[in-house]
């Protein structure tokens, strides 16, 4: 429970009359407790100009309308004034203390009654008190003004609760900022609203629009239940696991030699914060995803065996995975037939064939054909086009699987979920997975299906409940996360919102999706996590684009953004905790493009490149005044920032040099430039106004590159020996040799690169859906693992001897 003290600082609300009231002051008198804001069917709440979440502990509650009146969870309310609720479970009850008074609000019951100085009275109310999402929700009015003594105004969706009455319908610079800051996305009401708003149609304008009329409280948007009957169900999951032969078929887990050195982890972005990736090691066995299969390889002091597979359907295709313990999970999207295309098909090239006059003279031609879908169709086809063969739409399923490898060996199937969408990425806190998934609409999508396996095997739609839209700014498809606990039977929790994401950052409590959207901006959602409940907690727009995960960060309740627009204009952005920009630094390199991006703490650096590899310090210790403290020039780009060490900056990416020609005088004259070999740079970052490249090393000539380039999880960072390791293909141009690829080992040891080897790759030769396509550098104790598709090569960490080598038949 939120103290008064608290509550008191960070309620206080300025209360204009007319004009900008939620961040300027104003000539008014501040009233006592503040005025805070509502929006129905939105899960935030205003004060202050500041958003916070209506109920933080459990994010899906919004101000909801049940039988025409708004409904209000009862503690959140009361606390932001105050006041002390507790829930009585046995008398089914709740409890709330204010002003010297207890009322208790029985629950499925239209009263409430009042206790205070000896007296004991009863009340009457129209509506029942109920549970809603494990909260007590009460009447708007009966809470704010019966009990709380607040007066309630409400107009076009927006509520104002205060200490005197708010004339909204006057108030156009109040209502418009009210609305652009909690109104943006809410609760589908009714289906008629999700369907417009994935139908392009823009539901409401702001509620400054002079024709809309006064929207009184009986008649706000109810809630229209959807289909949520369970749809045709899909055969149970076929998870075929598969043991290589083994001289040791026992039952009892396996404990492999590993050392006190540890185990390669995936490299992150956030401490503590898992990504999934295509190989994972639990220090004793390798795990090794792609196509439709899971390999799982026991390491033994360098000694390999290929232990055992998990088959995945061959309509399933594993994007990556997750080890933690004894569990793995897999993740990625599953494909299937869906609709009959083949008749829309033959009606376009029917049409194509027809005049504009014919067209029109047949308008139910195409209704006729369209009911035939099921019968032997007779269709003129112009043979010079050819008949187009019957084919189906696909639709797409994002999948998490779930298994038990107590026993590496003898993997076993716990639960699954699947949701209609591609996959596009996700992160795992502690136990919980969070799944992003991306589903367009073609116009058929209403509902989307998913599956959980903890409550049956058939897919269902998803409730109408979880779904949120953005009246003003139409899409068509949804976003859509679940929250997937891998540690128990618990259901998974989803949230989807009719928008689109691209680019994830997630830390212990908040997730921010990004994607480009209009005019050169790029829309920023942000989803507050507490467990396995997900909320919506406000949305905001940046200039330019990002370039990757790494270019959002949040650092004190403040989120840095740095983005490039197509004009080749750079800025780094930081927004309050409600997305409103508080600071900038714009202009940043005109006519350079950004190409990595790292935050450390109050600190941020940017690579910007077109010609030269300049690399920008910038203090952030003051959110509202970020500045460039220092600037660095040298050849080439970094493409990824990794730190190594206090003051310490790793840059991973390409050399380049310029190409001169000789002009009519025969002076040489920069043309252009050309990209060389893989470039390491180690950055001394001590004085943040002047940064320093203390050591370099180029590897390869032009043609040269990594994965690691673009995506920081084929990086193997071990901080212990200060290494790094990645598989690279190298081009040397002056050598018979002129293409390798390989494993390439680099040191940062006494604060200098030095490159320890180079592990050469050889193709396995081995293709099909058994085999994954992943090529990793892992190192366990003592020993060094580069997985290379199909083949898996073990080395002394040491001395890069070979020690043995794996073929995944």
């Given amino acids: 429970m939120r103290t008064k003290t608290i509550i008191c600082g ?114 009457s109310i129209d509506t029942n008190s109920m549970i809603m999402e494990g909260r007590t929700m009460v ?51 009714t289906m008629s609203e999700l369907k417009k708003a994935l139908s392009g149609n823009i539901l409401y304008g702001f509620s400054v629009d002079e024709k809309a009329g006064v929207q009184k409280e009986a008649t706000m948007t109810g809630q229209e239940s959807g289909d949520s009957s369970v749809q045709n169900g899909i055969a149970s999951e076929e998870h075929e696991t598969a043991a290589a032969p083994s001289a040791d078929s026992s039952a009892a887990p396996d404990s492999a030699g590993g050392s006190n050195r540890g185990y390669s982890e995936t490299n992150v972005q956030v401490e503590g914060i898992d990504e999934a990736d295509v190989v994972k090691t639990d220090g004793n066995y390798l795990y090794i995803g792609g196509n439709n299969v899971v390999r799982i390889v026991k390491t033994d002091q360098g000694k390999l065996e290929d232990k055992t597979s998990i088959k995945l359907s061959t309509d399933k295709n594993v994007s990556e995975i997750y080890v933690d313990g004894n569990k793995l999970a897999i993740l ?8 009959l295309l083949y008749n829309k098909r033959e009606v376009e090239v029917t049409e194509a064939m027809e005049t504009p006059a014919e067209q029109a003279a047949e308008p139910e031609q195409i209704t006729e054909v369209s009911k035939a879908a099921s019968e032997p169709m007779q269709i003129a086809v112009d043979r010079s086009i ?49 799944l992003v998934t991306n589903l367009y609409s073609s116009g058929d999508v209403v509902l989307p299906m998913m599956r959980d396996t903890v409550l049956g095997a058939k897919q269902v739609q998803m409730q109408l409940d979880d779904i949120m839209i953005m009246p003003r700014r139409p899409a068509d498809g949804y976003l859509i996360i679940s929250a997937i606990n891998v540690s128990n039977q618990e259901k998974t929790e989803v949230e989807a919102i009719t928008a689109y994401g691209m680019t994830m950052y997630m830390n212990d409590s908040s997730l921010y999706l990004a994607s480009d959207g209009a005019n050169d901006k790029s829309t920023i959602i942000k989803f507050e996590l507490a467990g396995m409940k997900v909320g919506y907690a406000g949305s905001g727009e940046v200039k330019g684009h990002l370039i990757n995960q790494f270019a959002m960060d949040e650092y004190g309740g403040n989120l840095r953004v740095a983005t490039t627009t197509w004009g080749n204009e750079n800025a780094l952005y930081v927004l309050d905790q409600s997305l409103n920009e508080m600071g900038a630094v714009t202009g940043l390199a005109k006519g350079e493009t ?6 450390m703490g109050d600190k941020g650096y940017i690579v910007t490149f077109r010609t030269i590899d300049p690399l920008f310090v910038f203090d952030l210790s003051d959110p509202k005044n970020p500045v460039v403290t220092g600037e660095l020039k040298i050849p080439g780009f970094s493409s990824y920032l990794h730190p190594v060490g206090k003051d310490l900056l790793l840059g991973i990416g390409a050399d380049t040099y310029e190409i001169y020609r000789k002009d009519s005088s025969g002076k040489d004259v920069a043309v252009g430039v ?27 000539d032009a043609g040269s590159g990594s994965e690691a380039f673009y995506n920081h999880k084929a990086l193997m960072v071990d901080s212990s020996a200060q290494r790094v390791a990645m598989d690279a293909y190298l081009n040397f141009e002056d050598q018979k040799t002129d293409y390798q690829q390989g494993a390439v080992i680099m040191s940062y040891a006494g604060k200098k690169l030095a490159l320890k080897g180079i592990l050469k790759s050889e193709p396995s030769g081995l293709y099909g859906n058994d085999i994954p396509y992943a090529r990793r550098v892992l190192y366990i104790g003592e020993q060094l693992y580069y997985v290379q598709d199909g083949r898996i090569t073990s080395y002394d960490y040491e001395s890069l001897k070979k020690i043995d080598d794996l073929l995944l038949r």
């Fill in 386 to 434: 050819g008949i187009m063969p019957p084919y189906y739409s696909i639709k797409n399923y994002s999948f998490v699987d779930v298994y038990d490898i107590s026993d590496p060996a003898r993997p076993k199937y716990l639960k699954g979920h699947e949701m209609e969408g591609s996959y596009q990425s996700s992160r795992k806190n502690g136990d919980i997975i969070y």
């Fill in 10 to 123: 960070v309620l206080v609300a300025l209360f204009l009359l007319s004009g900008s009231i939620l961040a300027t002051a104003s000539d008014e008198t501040e009233s006592e407790h503040g005025t805070i804001y509502l929006y129905t069917g939105s899960p935030l709440i205003l004060s202050n100009g500041t958003i916070h979440m209506l109920d933080s502990a459990n994010p899906d509650i919004s101000a909801t309308v049940v039988k025409g009146k708004t409904m209000l969870p009862l503690r959140a309310v009361s606390e932001f004034f105050g006041a002390e609720v507790s829930y009585d479970q046995n008398q089914r009850k709740a409890i709330l203390k204010y002003d010297g008074k207890q009322f208790y609000f029985p629950i499925d019951q239209k009263k409430y009654i009042v206790e205070g100085l000896g007296e004991r009275e009863e009340f």
């Fill in 139 to 189: 009447p708007l009015r009966v809470i704010c003004e019966q009990v709380l003594g607040k007066k309630v105004s409400y107009y076009n969706r927006v509520i104002a609760v205060s200490d005197q009455t708010v004339n909204l319908k006057t108030q156009t610079e109040l209502m418009k900022q009210v609305e652009e800051k909690i109104g943006k996305v809410v609760k589908a009401g």
């Fill in 674 to 700: 050309r990209q060389g070999g893989i470039k390491y740079s180690l950055f001394d970052v001590s004085d943040m106004g002047r940064p320093k490249e203390i050591s370099n090393y180029v590897l390869g």
């Fill in 594 to 599: 950004i190409y990595s991006v790292r935050f």
């Fill in 332 to 339: 990625g999207t599953r494909s299937e037939n869906g609709d």
